[in-house]
């Protein structure tokens, strides 16, 4: 059989089993997976150098499905070729045509879209939400570039998900790289879910657009094996130069089945009475292509990687230099020794490059902020381990998903109000487990003169609902962080990087005071009752901390004793606050400089669920801000100063 | 005085008052002002069609600031022409010099970035999160086109900025939709932040973007104002067809004084000891231009608007078709009057219809997925009224925020799991009072079969964040809904088109009975007490409220009576919930199909607040779920189902 008929055979059966599972399914997307069967049939049984039986070496080449919904087409050849799939965390076997046919039941070895912990470690990262599967490849690419491995990761991506702005971040990164690994495919199917694709996702638009974004293009029928082939040789070629290959397949969304072409067939299974009919309408295309024998195909051989590269899966502790030894190899020495007040942001910066010096696997991404977030210090001395993201957050969190899934630690800093930017990203990464490091700086309401739009306000809300949802491995989702000082960022940023999973941590951009010894620990949950007093019980975090304490400071000129605690972390041993504000008055005063759902909500839940009598009073942003000069101009508007705390009790 | 050296004078002018201001307030960039000196001269002195004295009038052309830092150089032109401006609601008069130099102070007209509500309504969005500006200046453009109002809307765009994946979603919307009033420049000032622009973002590759995605480009000396009213002149010719004008402007950051020039000069205001010295170079630039008499420029003619159109202040109440008719006209009749369950997306849908044909105001937008939120119905019977966005969310959102500054109402449906692309988008959505209605369907976790990656689970404690804050109207800046039937949501949805300000709601991709009687009003804030018992009481929203009635009617086999409460909207009246709840055996138990921070916060802090014994059971998603075929798979896994509801007890 030639090679030609080889892969039409291939495509015709992983066409009709995707369809098949679809049905059984009873949802899915069977149009999308069969316009991809020649560009999957190619990649799986031909181009890619892997091994079904071992998808974890990490010398092997990477498939981004980036347009998820067309897992099927994916899951049919992987479950021909025998790929491995662990399911539950115990049971490694291959998959089976059995397990395809339980597709998206609860108990499935297989989801609904890609995600490597839901069985499948064939795949990098979770996707579904579109326009986010090149910047993983990218992220992937680029460790491999680092770590100096011959991998290519190719990008499967919809017509229609092009519109996606991240995809052209994503562009943008992989020239700027010279990701010549990173290999994108639009499969221009001409259909998106409603409607047909825009002219501005044609495939002649695209390829324009592609060439203008500096790649070099091949436009291709992607149903043609022998055009598909000749694209991917192209590889060769721009491997020797620094111009990446974008392949644009014009396919046919419902290929090989005229009735589940056109529109109207987007997420729609085939109905059980109409299955045999569109199967026996594969069958004939087949037959049509001369390609009829049953099982045909079987000579096409995968090239196996040449190398095996682990994963690492245990991890050794990660010890940074000592406080003071931090600080000064960023020049700060002097600011410690004379007392000075330290901005959180600065200890940040000072930690990073502790860590990328004390482990090569930590890479510092930025979206040219640097010398806000102070990640420039990582950036001027560890150059080999630093990713300039440019301006485009989706696309530095989605690549940073991309090298946790290649072993890294990736720690990515913007202003926290951009990050939210990247929300959606940052959901998808934790649904895949990836294992990055956020720190938004110029948190809160103190950066004052900028104004609201570069204040981080819901975050504290939006990051704390995932630090009650367990992730796969039975851990918070999200572990949450609010230094109030420079030892306490200090000494976060280096638990971060020894947790494993999605952290997020606050920065400030306000030098302030420096509350804690240099070698004070801080654990996980933990909080530190700061000053005990009988009358009140303050609970704040970051800035607010030291607005507690001049309120403190000022309760006590009338005899009256205020407890101060720092509960830098979420989620919160709300256990323990809740005994120590039993002893201080029954009564708590949160204070926050975000909008409300953070320590409110935390604390306020822990109150009501226990059934105590402890009372609260929440103080957080209650009205959208406004540029001021000081940082206190800002907390009086807010009624949120000192003063206000007090006027408050 | 010619027109050249008109311009090159109010450049210089603008440009010292831009330094001279952000040294004033001790921060700011003067540096990406300085770029813009000419642009901004010739279009706010010459080019724009407008009256400073009525900055209001929609007849007018309008600016947009895409890169919000650089605003001091339009408040510097504004000041110049006497432009209006309203502080604290009250006070309409000129902004003065002195305003001016009160930049960024708590208790100044203007703000640290672009915001029409705090001060000056030249603008029509807050910017200063970068990348969105271009897709407001879209809304803007579409808004004339749908009301056949001929004005340009100019939208200035930072070559670092360009590197947002939002700009290029923009880009194609102005090209799909044939926005020739819609002209995007590019100010290529060839630094950003904390670097160089990559070489992605110089101007010749801006070009061939811009030119692939269909733009007809001018690329022009940014500092030449006959280049500049060269490529201005181009609108003539592109407005006679139909590929829009894109202006590439080679600038020099700091024009003006070569001390403000080169890396390091972005975010930081001339010290107050250096100020003479820039002021004195940018007046030797002056001289060498031959244009160094102060005062100079005045002849500089703005044309005037041809008509005047008001934004409408007042707004009529809207009242849609009743319940039954507005489902009769989307084909649910039978389906209502059999009693069936009906999904309330489709009602959302049928409320959209009826809305639209009520008040021509009511937009719709989406994002390629109409069939599945029911904005399908909209789309295909009021295309006039209906803007299709395509698969980018960012932008959808942004253009929103622009429809809105042309006092249009505009509705945007996706699933709510893809508008946490849109998060960064809607916050600054929000901090303009933009009028933004926005309806995510297959909310929750009842979607089953896709699984976690289109689940909507942080959005809920997201949107509470913004409940408990007001906006600059003293309304709390997002009200929330989240309908638990047909009923309450084709009300609700009528409710959000009644209110001024963000609006979110949450729909149901299952088919779910019917609970309300046809005219059954809802009121903001309010909850209904569906059933009420001596022993529990559960408090829900959305499909959680039927499972809920579930748990009812088992624990009233066993003689155990609950009070079933649906609280369909936040910020919620809880002390009426804790007055219900008192009578109710003193026990809440909170159920929800989303992450934690929504019901359980808003209940959970009432109680904690108001000190009552009451105490509460909070369930939620523990859990990132996985795919299920049917809802009930997934409700079980999470263990959330009726029975898990009685296990809890």
Redesign the interface.
């Given at each position: 059989m030639s090679f030609t008929s080889a892969i039409h055979r291939k495509a015709v059966d992983i066409a009709k089993l995707a369809v098949e599972m679809t049905t059984a399914?009873?949802?899915?997307h069977p149009s999308t997976a069969m316009s991809l069967a020649h560009l999957v049939a190619v990649l799986m049984y031909h181009q890619m150098r892997w091994d079904p039986k071992d998808p974890w070496n990490q010398a092997s080449d990477r498939l981004v499905l980036s347009e998820?919904?067309a897992v099927p087409i994916i899951y049919a050849a992987y479950a021909d070729l025998g790929g491995m799939v662990i399911w539950n965390g115990k049971d490694k076997r291959p998959l089976s045509r059995e397990d395809v046919m339980s597709l998206?039941?609860?108990d499935?070895p297989i989801?609904?879209?890609p995600?490597p912990r839901?069985g499948v470690p064939f795949f990098d990262a979770?996707?579904?939400?579109?326009?986010q599967g090149l910047s993983v490849a990218a992220g992937l690419g680029a460790a491999a570039k680092i770590d100096g491995i011959d991998r290519n990761i190719y990008c499967l991506i919809g017509d229609?998900?092009s519109?996606?702005?991240?995809?052209?971040?994503a562009m943008?990164f992989v020239?700027?790289h010279a990701l010549t690994n990173v290999v994108p495919i639009f499969n221009c199917n001409e259909l998106?879910?409603?409607?047909w694709?825009?002219?501005?996702?044609s495939s002649n638009?695209l390829a324009?657009?592609a060439?203008?974004?500096?790649f070099f293009v091949e436009v291709i029928d992607g149903h043609d094996p022998h055009q598909i082939q000749s694209a991917f040789d192209r590889l060769h070629v721009v491997q020797n130069g620094n111009r990446p290959l974008c392949i644009i397949a014009r396919t046919v969304k419902g290929w090989g089945a005229k009735v589940e072409q056109g529109t109207g067939k987007h997420?729609t299974a085939v109905k059980k009475d109409k299955l045999a009919a569109v199967l026996a309408e594969l069958d004939q295309t087949a037959a049509e292509l001369g390609v009829s024998n049953v099982g045909g195909g079987g000579e096409l051989k995968i090239p196996l990687p040449e190398a095996r590269v682990a994963n690492p899966e245990s991890r050794t502790p990660i010890r940074i230099a000592p406080f003071s030894d931090g600080l000064a190899a960023v020049g700060l020495h002097n600011d410690l020794a004379a007392g000075k007040p330290i901005a959180p942001r600065k200890a940040y910066g000072a930690a990073l490059l502790a860590l990328g010096a004390a482990d090569e696997r930590i890479i510092g991404l930025?979206c040219?902020?640097?010398?806000?977030t102070h990640a420039?210090w990582f950036a001027a001395k560890l150059p080999g381990q630093f990713l300039?993201c440019?301006?485009?957050e989706?696309?530095m969190v989605s690549v940073a998903a991309g090298l946790s899934a290649a072993g890294k630690i990736p720690f990515c800093s913007t202003f926290a109000?951009?990050f939210?930017?990247a929300?959606?990203q940052i959901?998808?990464a934790?649904?895949s487990s990836a294992n990055i490091k956020l720190t938004g700086s110029h948190a809160g309401v103190t950066l004052a003169?900028?104004?609201?739009?570069?204040m981080s306000?819901?975050d504290?809300?939006?990051f704390?609902?995932?630090?009650?949802?367990?992730?796969?491995d039975g851990q918070p989702?999200v572990r949450y962080f609010f230094p109030s000082d420079a030892v306490s960022c200090y000494r976060l940023t280096e638990l971060m990087a020894n947790l494993v999973g999605c952290c997020y941590q606050r920065t400030l951009r306000a030098d302030v005071k420096v509350l804690y010894e240099p070698e004070e620990s801080f654990d996980l949950g933990g909080f530190k009752v700061l000053r005990e007093g009988k009358d009140i019980c303050f609970v704040s975090a970051g800035y607010m901390v030291h607005e507690c304490l001049k309120a403190a400071d000022e309760l006590a000129k009338s005899a009256r004793h205020a407890t101060v605690i720092d509960a830098y972390s979420l989620p919160l041993d709300t256990k323990g606050i809740l005994e120590v504000a039993a002893r201080s008055g029954g009564r708590i005063v949160t204070v926050e400089d975000?909008?409300?759902?953070g320590l409110?909500?935390e604390?306020?839940?822990?109150?009501?669920?226990?059934?105590s009598?402890?009372?609260?009073?929440?103080l957080?942003?209650?009205?959208?801000p406004?540029?001021?000069?000081e940082p206190q101009?800002?907390l009086?508007?807010l009624h949120l100063g000192h003063k206000a705390i007090l006027a408050a009790l």
């Amino acid at each position: 059989m030639s090679f030609t008929s080889a892969i039409h055979r291939k495509a015709v059966d992983i066409a009709k089993l995707a369809v098949e599972m679809t049905t059984a399914a009873g949802s899915g997307h069977p149009s999308t997976a069969m316009s991809l069967a020649h560009l999957v049939a190619v990649l799986m049984y031909h181009q890619m150098r892997w091994d079904p039986k071992d998808p974890w070496n990490q010398a092997s080449d990477r498939l981004v499905l980036s347009e998820g919904h067309a897992v099927p087409i994916i899951y049919a050849a992987y479950a021909d070729l025998g790929g491995m799939v662990i399911w539950n965390g115990k049971d490694k076997r291959p998959l089976s045509r059995e397990d395809v046919m339980s597709l998206r039941a609860i108990d499935s070895p297989i989801d609904g879209h890609p995600n490597p912990r839901l069985g499948v470690p064939f795949f990098d990262a979770a996707t579904g939400s579109l326009g986010q599967g090149l910047s993983v490849a990218a992220g992937l690419g680029a460790a491999a570039k680092i770590d100096g491995i011959d991998r290519n990761i190719y990008c499967l991506i919809g017509d229609g998900e092009s519109r996606e702005g991240q995809i052209w971040e994503a562009m943008d990164f992989v020239v700027d790289h010279a990701l010549t690994n990173v290999v994108p495919i639009f499969n221009c199917n001409e259909l998106a879910q409603s409607d047909w694709v825009s002219p501005q996702q044609s495939s002649n638009v695209l390829a324009e657009k592609a060439e203008a974004f500096g790649f070099f293009v091949e436009v291709i029928d992607g149903h043609d094996p022998h055009q598909i082939q000749s694209a991917f040789d192209r590889l060769h070629v721009v491997q020797n130069g620094n111009r990446p290959l974008c392949i644009i397949a014009r396919t046919v969304k419902g290929w090989g089945a005229k009735v589940e072409q056109g529109t109207g067939k987007h997420g729609t299974a085939v109905k059980k009475d109409k299955l045999a009919a569109v199967l026996a309408e594969l069958d004939q295309t087949a037959a049509e292509l001369g390609v009829s024998n049953v099982g045909g195909g079987g000579e096409l051989k995968i090239p196996l990687p040449e190398a095996r590269v682990a994963n690492p899966e245990s991890r050794t502790p990660i010890r940074i230099a000592p406080f003071s030894d931090g600080l000064a190899a960023v020049g700060l020495h002097n600011d410690l020794a004379a007392g000075k007040p330290i901005a959180p942001r600065k200890a940040y910066g000072a930690a990073l490059l502790a860590l990328g010096a004390a482990d090569e696997r930590i890479i510092g991404l930025d979206c040219d902020v640097k010398n806000s977030t102070h990640a420039e210090w990582f950036a001027a001395k560890l150059p080999g381990q630093f990713l300039q993201c440019r301006i485009a957050e989706q696309n530095m969190v989605s690549v940073a998903a991309g090298l946790s899934a290649a072993g890294k630690i990736p720690f990515c800093s913007t202003f926290a109000k951009f990050f939210e930017r990247a929300y959606d990203q940052i959901e998808m990464a934790i649904i895949s487990s990836a294992n990055i490091k956020l720190t938004g700086s110029h948190a809160g309401v103190t950066l004052a003169a900028d104004g609201p739009s570069q204040m981080s306000l819901p975050d504290v809300a939006f990051f704390r609902s995932f630090c009650h949802t367990n992730n796969y491995d039975g851990q918070p989702a999200v572990r949450y962080f609010f230094p109030s000082d420079a030892v306490s960022c200090y000494r976060l940023t280096e638990l971060m990087a020894n947790l494993v999973g999605c952290c997020y941590q606050r920065t400030l951009r306000a030098d302030v005071k420096v509350l804690y010894e240099p070698e004070e620990s801080f654990d996980l949950g933990g909080f530190k009752v700061l000053r005990e007093g009988k009358d009140i019980c303050f609970v704040s975090a970051g800035y607010m901390v030291h607005e507690c304490l001049k309120a403190a400071d000022e309760l006590a000129k009338s005899a009256r004793h205020a407890t101060v605690i720092d509960a830098y972390s979420l989620p919160l041993d709300t256990k323990g606050i809740l005994e120590v504000a039993a002893r201080s008055g029954g009564r708590i005063v949160t204070v926050e400089d975000n909008y409300s759902g953070g320590l409110d909500a935390e604390i306020g839940s822990a109150i009501a669920a226990s059934g105590s009598d402890i009372t609260l009073k929440p103080l957080y942003v209650r009205n959208i801000p406004k540029s001021g000069r000081e940082p206190q101009d800002v907390l009086d508007y807010l009624h949120l100063g000192h003063k206000a705390i007090l006027a408050a009790l």
